[in-house]
């Protein structure tokens, strides 16, 4: 399956299980690869043939900078969902990374979760 990839896109949210974290905020970044056949936009050059990425980046942004969340888990999948059912596409990785975690002691360069959907065929 072809796919259509964007990377490092970063945003300033309101997100964590602290409530320092969602009083304060701080960035997170977000990877996608999303899966569909690119065969007929490849031959077509019509953009109306593959994924708008400006609408895919919007509802990425939409979500990250919403409501407060406590769980990268719920990002993540809150983002697969909304892609899934708003874009015509096979499947989707998403993965959600913060960079500052809060944790005493900690020297890392970020904490992330990554989850893998598919479009339901039922």
Known sequence: MDKIQLQGMIFYGFHGVGQSERDLGQRFIVDL??????H?????????????????????KNILEGPSRKLLENIAETIA??????FKIHSIKVIVKKPEVPMKGSILEYASVQIERMRNTD
């Open 40 to 60: 007929i936009a490849g031959l077509s050059d019509d953009p109306e043939d593959t994924v708008n990425y400006s609408l895919v980046y919007t509802v990425v």
């Open 33 to 38: 690869e999303m899966e569909r056949d690119l």
């Open 81 to 86: 969902q909304k892609i899934l059912n708003e």
